[in-house]
C-alpha cells in the first residue's frame, strides 16, 4: 500500500503532503503517516513546513470504513499533538472542507491559510458525538467558548470569510493549496514569525449571559439530544484546566458518548442513508439524461419542485391550466426564490438570471416536448391524473420520463394511461419539495431499469434522499402513517386525550404529534384521505369520527385558527380546545366505549408498535427492500427523532420480543387491528433482529 502521506524537503520549507482519496479521510494509515511526517521535521533541516492535501478537499473527516471497529494506535489526538509540539512552526493550508478530525488537525497547526471556498466544521453531534481530538478544547481557546460551541453544536460549515473574521484563519488565499502554503511559508521564515500553539492560550472570558442564551438555544433545536450540551459543558469545564487535563476530560467524554444509543442510531442514520441507493438494480444500469424538467401544475407542491430544480441547475418549464395560474405560479417561484436571497442561500444577481434564463411558465402543454423529466404535480385524484398522462403521452419525446408526483395514488394505473408504461415512475415529493430531502422513488410494475436509475440520478441531483419503494396505498412512508395514526385514533377513542397523545409523542422526540401535525396540514386532508378510503373499509375496523365532525363545523386547523387546538394571538402554535374533549366524549358514548386511562409509556409503546409492525409488513411484501428503508423514509420524511435512528432501529433497540408482547396484549381487545406481521413474528422465534435484513 502506497503512503498517503509524503514528506518532501524545499530548500528551508518541508512540506507534508495528505493524499489518501477521495477525501483524505484521517485512517489509521494517514494518522501514522503525520507522526512519522512530524518526527521528520523535527530531525530535518527545514524551518517551517507546511501540511497540505492532494485532489479536491484537506481532511473531509474519519474514515467511515474504520466505524465500529477497535482503533489502532496512534490515535488522531495523538498525530495532533506531534504536530503541535513542533519547535518550528507548522502552517496548515486548508481547501475543500476541514471537517471533524480534519479540522482538529488544522487546529492542531501553528497557523492556518484557507483557499477562497473552503470551510471548517465540527458535525460529530451529527452522529451523537463530541468532538473527540480537540475541538472543544483548542478552539475556545482561539475564538472563545461561545463562538466555538456555536460551530460545534451546530454542525454548521463555516466559510473561509467568516474564519478569517473569527481567527480561525490567518491568511485567505486564491492560489492552490502548495503555492498558498509555500508563500505563507516563506512570509513565516521573512518576519520570523513564531511557534503558536494553541494548547499554550488562554480561553478568553466567556459572557455567562451569552453562554446561557445558546444553552438555551441548543436546547430548543436538539431536544432528547445530550452530545450537544454535553460537549458545552466539556469546553466550560476545560477551560479552568491545564490542557493536558481538559484533553483527558474531552476523551472520556467522546468515549461515553460512544458507548450511548443515540450515537449507535445516529450512526445507523448516517449509513442508512448512503445506503438507500444502493440496489443491485441499477448496477451497471446508465440513467438517462436530465438537463431539462417539466412540471405540471404550479401549487405549493409543483412550484416547490420547479424551485428545487432551479437552485440545482435545471432548465424548467412549467405547465397551469390558464394565464392566471400561469402568472400566479410564476409569482409564486419568484417569491420562494426571493426567500432563498434573503436566507443568503442564492444572490440576488443569481435569482434574475434563474427567472430569466431556466425558467418558462405557460399553459402550452406542447412546451413539454422537450423535456428529459416531466413530474406531475396536480391535484390528488386518480381521474385528473389520468387526464394528465394521457396528453403527456401525445406531446412527451420518446425517453421522456414521466412522473407522477403522487403520496397514494396508483402508479400502475396511471401507467396504464400511456403507450409507454416502461417510462412511467413516481416520485413522491415532499412539502415544501425545496426543503425536504425525502424523494420516494415508487417503481411500477413496468418502469424500466434505465427510468429507475434516471429517478436516483434526478434525486442526486436536487440533493435529495432517494428511498426506493413499491406500489400500494400510500407507498411506504404515507401507508406506515395511516397505520400508526389509526392507532393514535383508537387510544383516544379508548380514553387518552389527543392532546396527552401529541405531548407523549413530543417527549419522547417527534417534533410534534399527530394532531398537531394534522391541524398543520389541514383537517380538510385528512377528512379526504377518509373519504377516499371509505369504500374500503372492512367489518370490524374501528376508526374515529371526530376529524370529519371538526371538518364539518369548519375546523380545518392553523388556517381556519381551530382544529384540534386553538391558534390565535394569545398562542399562536395552538392550545388545547376544551370542546374537541367534548366531541369526542359524545362519540365515545355513542359507541357505547368506557373510557379509560392510559400512561404516556403506553401511548409510546403502542404508537411504535404500530409503526414497527406496518413497517415489517412493508418490507415482508417487498414494498421497501429493507428495514433500512423504512426508518431513512420516517426520519426524513415524517419528523422521526434522529437519535433513535428510525423505527425500525428502534425496534431492534428495545428488543422484537417486546413489540411483538405489545401487539398481542393490545390484540385482546382489538384483534381486527393489531395483528403482528409474519415477519415480526418470524424473527423473534428466530432470534433475529431487523437489521440482520439490512
Known amino acids: 500500500m502506497t503512503n498517503p502521506v509524503r514528506y518532501e524537503s524545499h530548500g528551508e520549507i518541508a512540506v507534508i503532503r495528505i493524499d489518501n482519496p477521495p477525501v483524505n479521510a484521517s485512517s489509521y494509515a494517514v494518522r501514522a503517516g503525520l507522526v512519522a511526517a512530524a518526527e521528520a521535521f523535527a530531525k530535518g533541516p527545514e524551518k517551517v513546513a507546511v501540511l497540505m492535501a492532494e485532489g479536491r478537499t484537506f481532511i473531509a473527516g474519519a474514515d467511515i470504513t474504520e466505524f465500529g471497529k477497535t482503533p489502532k494506535e496512534p490515535y488522531l489526538p495523538d498525530a495532533i499533538m506531534a504536530l503541535e509540539s513542533q519547535e518550528k512552526p507548522v502552517v496548515c493550508v486548508i481547501h475543500g472542507t476541514a471537517l471533524g478530525g480534519g479540522f482538529e488537525v488544522a487546529l492542531g497547526c501553528h497557523y492556518r491559510v484557507m483557499l477562497r471556498g473552503a470551510k471548517v466544521g465540527l458535525p460529530e453531534v451529527n452522529l451523537g458525538l463530541i468532538p473527540g481530538a480537540g475541538g472543544t478544547q483548542r478552539l475556545p481557546r482561539l475564538v472563545g467558548i461561545v463562538s466555538a460551541a456555536d460551530i460545534f453544536t451546530s454542525a454548521r460549515q463555516v466559510s473561509a470569510e467568516d474564519a478569517f473574521a473569527l481567527g480561525i484563519a490567518d491568511e485567505l488565499s486564491n492560489a492552490d493549496p502548495f503555492e498558498a502554503g509555500m508563500a505563507f511559508a516563506r512570509k513565516v521564515l521573512a518576519e520570523g514569525l513564531p511557534v503558536r500553539r494553541l494548547s499554550e492560550m488562554s480561553v478568553p472570558p466567556t459572557d455567562a449571559d451569552s453562554l446561557a442564551a445558546l444553552k438555551k438555544k441548543v436546547a430548543r433545536a436538539n431536544p432528547g439530544h445530550i452530545c450537544h450540551l454535553r460537549a458545552i459543558d466539556v469546553a466550560v469545564a476545560g477551560a479552568d484546566k491545564p490542557f493536558d487535563e481538559a484533553m483527558l476530560m474531552e476523551r472520556g467524554v467522546f468515549l461515553e458518548m460512544m458507548a450511548t444509543p443515540q450515537r449507535k442510531a445516529m450512526i445507523h442514520a448516517f449509513f442508512s442513508e448512503r445506503k438507500t441507493a444502493q440496489l443491485p438494480e441499477l448496477k451497471g444500469v446508465t440513467p438517462r439524461s436530465i438537463r431539462h424538467v417539466g412540471v405540471i401544475g404550479g401549487g405549493t407542491m409543483g412550484g416547490g419542485i420547479a ?24 409569482t409564486g417561484i419568484a417569491r420562494t426564490l426571493a426567500d432563498s436571497v434573503k436566507r443568503g442561500k442564492l444572490s440576488a444577481g443569481g435569482r434574475d438570471q434563474l427567472l430569466a434564463d431556466k425558467l418558462v411558465t405557460t399553459d402550452d402543454y406542447e412546451a413539454l416536448s422537450t423535456a428529459d423529466v416531466i413530474i406531475e404535480a396536480v391535484f390528488e385524484s386518480m381521474d385528473v391524473k389520468k387526464a394528465v398522462f394521457t396528453k403527456l403521452d401525445a406531446v412527451a419525446k420518446p425517453g421522456a420520463v414521466l412522473a407522477s408526483n403522487t403520496s397514494y395514488l396508483d402508479v400502475d394505473e396511471i401507467a396504464a394511461m400511456t403507450s409507454r408504461p416502461q417510462d412511467v415512475i413516481g416520485l413522491h415529493f415532499f412539502s415544501p419539495a425545496h426543503v425536504m430531502r425525502l424523494l420516494e422513488i415508487v417503481v411500477a410494475a413496468k418502469t424500466s431499469p434505465e427510468v429507475v436509475a434516471t429517478g436516483f440520478a434526478l434525486a442526486k441531483a436536487l440533493k435529495k434522499v432517494p428511498v426506493r419503494a413499491g406500489v400500494c396505498d400510500g407507498f411506504i412512508g404515507n401507508r406506515i402513517l395511516k397505520t400508526y395514526r389509526t392507532a393514535a385514533d383508537i387510544m383516544v377513542l379508548e380514553g387518552a386525550s389527543p392532546f396527552q397523545v401529541d405531548k407523549a409523542l413530543v417527549d419522547f422526540g417527534f417534533a410534534m404529534g399527530p394532531y398537531a401535525v394534522a391541524d398543520l396540514a389541514g383537517i380538510d386532508i385528512g377528512y379526504l384521505t377518509r373519504k377516499r378510503l371509505l369504500p374500503t373499509r372492512q367489518k370490524g375496523e374501528r376508526w374515529g369520527d371526530w376529524g370529519d365532525k371538526l371538518y364539518e363545523l369548519g375546523r380545518l386547523g392553523r388556517k381556519t385558527g381551530h382544529g384540534h387546538y386553538i391558534y390565535d394571538d394569545a398562542s399562536p402554535k395552538g392550545r388545547p380546545d376544551p370542546e374537541v374533549e367534548e366531541i369526542i366524549a359524545a362519540e365515545r358514548k355513542a359507541k357505547g366505549i368506557n373510557a379509560r386511562d392510559f400512561t404516556d409509556e403506553e401511548i409510546v409503546e403502542r404508537y411504535m408498535a404500530a409503526m414497527i409492525n406496518e413497517g415489517a409488513k412493508v418490507v415482508s411484501e417487498g414494498i421497501a427492500l429493507r428495514p433500512l428503508d423504512v426508518d431513512v423514509t420516517k426520519l426524513y420524511g415524517y ?20 413489540v411483538l408482547a405489545t401487539i398481542e396484549a393490545a390484540a385482546k381487545d382489538d384483534a381486527f387491528f393489531w395483528q403482528p406481521a409474519d415477519l415480526l413474528k418470524t424473527l423473534v422465534a428466530e432470534g433475529r433482529d431487523f437489521n440482520s435484513l439490512n
Do not use: W
Open 307 to 330: 424551485v428545487s430544480c432551479l437552485l440545482n441547475g435545471l432548465q424548467v418549464t412549467l405547465i397551469e391550466r390558464d394565464g392566471e395560474a400561469v402568472e400566479k405560479a410564476h
Open 639 to 658: 419528523g422521526f427523532p434522529r437519535f433513535r435512528g428510525g423505527p425500525m432501529h428502534y425496534a431492534d433497540h428495545i428488543g422484537l420480543a417486546n
